[in-house]
């Protein structure tokens, strides 16, 4: 009898002691939290990442780089002009998109200050890009320079809600072709033709249609950004390329979005790939691939 009531004590003292742990567990820096186990490896997940059509290449080698380390998070990307992307996080009012990294300071500063959608804090201008002027290798082109793009019979141009588009206008103003005014952006394609002579404008969706434009021969010359090129070397050549001069910094930020869907362990994932995008060895294939990455 004595044995069995030491034991039925001893039973109670040691789950009163569990019950203690349990609630001291917030406390407790060793006990991992339910979105990561004890080896660092996040939970299953899938978080959701919309980037400038000109980050895809970069992507490309950044995706399995990171699953390397977290091979439980699925990276889903949808790509396209910063602009639209924009569109769309507005339309669904943040609801299914974790990360926004732009091509343009603009969509990211209408999210946040306007829309309230950018979680706060977040916001960081990670890389630059310069414009190129190109042509496709073996044209015949005589165009030399942005001083003579008129010599030109069409030309690969972006609209000016997309960056690569707003900041050729931005050029375009700078060189005198185009009277500056408070939006440069909303230059149509036929006013930009006018301003350079008639050239005809092919209106592209994004950089990357702009690029494969030239690059297939469709026009003779194009904008797009240097990283760009990076995708296109072997079909493209560079006639001209700005450091700023006429377009100002062009600056691609990346944020978080107020993802009401994402539940612990999304948000989680979400945060740590915001972290591995400004790391040393992140930055290292942005600069492979002709980015300026911020220090």
């Known amino acids: 009898m004595m044995k069995k009531t030491i034991a039925m004590l001893f039973c109670g003292a040691l789950l009163a002691s569990m019950l203690v742990g349990c609630g001291n567990g917030g406390n407790n820096a060793n006990v991992p939290s339910s979105s990561e186990s004890e080896d660092g490896q996040l939970a299953e997940t899938t978080i959701y990442v919309s980037i400038a059509a000109s980050l895809v290449s970069s992507f490309d080698e950044i995706i399995p780089l990171y699953n390397e380390s977290q091979p439980n998070v699925t990276i889903s990307i949808n790509s396209g002009s910063s602009g639209k992307l924009m569109q769309e996080i507005e339309e669904a009012d943040g609801h299914g998109i974790d990360i926004f990294f732009s091509a343009g300071k603009s969509q990211v ?32 082109t005589t165009v030399t320079g942005w001083d003579n793009i008129s010599n030109a019979s069409n030309m690969a141009l972006c609209d000016g809600s997309v960056p690569v588009g707003n900041y050729s206008r931005e050029a375009f103003v700078s060189l005198g072709y185009l009277p500056d005014t408070e939006d440069n952006s909303a230059y149509t394609s036929q006013e930009v033709s006018d301003a350079l002579g008639g050239i005809e404008i092919n209106e592209c969706a994004d950089v990357s249609a702009a690029a494969q434009a030239v690059a297939e021969g469709s026009n003779e010359i194009g904008t797009i950004y240097y990283s760009d090129y990076y995708d296109f070397q072997d079909d493209l050549d560079i006639i001209a390329q700005d450091d700023g001069t006429l377009t100002g910094p062009i600056v691609y930020p990346v944020c978080q979005i107020n993802n009401p869907d994402a539940d612990e ?14 790391t040393p060895e992140v930055a290292e294939i942005f600069q492979n691939h002709c980015f300026i990455v911020n220090e």
């Open 109 to 140: 500063t209408q999210l946040d200050e306007t829309d309230g959608l950018v979680v706060e804090g977040t916001i960081t201008d990670l890389l630059q890009n310069q414009l190129c002027l190109v042509t496709g290798k073996g044209s015949g």
């Open 265 to 278: 362990a999304e948000l989680a994932a979400t945060a740590d790939f915001m972290a591995f995008l400004q």
